[in-house]
Nanobody, 114 residues
Framework: VQLQASGGGLVQPGGSLRLSCAASGSILSNNAVGWYRQAPGKQRELVATVLNGGGTIYSDSVKGRFTISRDNAKNTVYLQMSSLKAEDTAVYYC?????????WGQGTKVTVSS
């Protein structure tokens, strides 16, 4: 199983993007799911989590700017990103929380630049 992230692209500082995470079956509906990101030269970090019950957790770096949500009917998890900054530039991945090594997909690249 691989979780497929999509929706990345080039956006100007202050802009918005919405990322989507899809997987086969009901794996996203039955587990806590997170969005992770890896900037060049840095370790991969968890920035947003949606829990089974719908609660959410954010890292300090994205709190107030990013919103994670899930649509169980579509077996999809979203990351709405607003007020984007240059330091948000990274490859974004989705995975379960805690992460499963074999579930990493290729990620989707987000570049914030003018």
């Amino acid at each position: 199983v691989q979780l497929q992230a999509s929706g990345g692209g080039l956006v100007q500082p202050g802009g918005s993007l919405r990322l989507s995470c899809a997987a086969s079956g009901s794996i996203l509906s039955n587990n806590a799911v997170g969005w992770y990101r890896q900037a060049p030269g840095k370790q991969r970090e968890l920035v947003a989590t949606v829990l089974n019950g719908g609660g959410t957790i954010y890292s300090d770096s994205v709190k107030g700017r990013f919103t994670i949500s899930r649509d169980n009917a579509k077996n999809t998890v979203y990351l709405q990103m607003s007020s984007l900054k240059a330091e948000d530039t990274a490859v974004y991945y989705c995975n379960l929380v805690p992460k499963i090594f074999n579930y990493w997909g290729q990620g989707t690249k987000v570049t914030v630049s003018s």
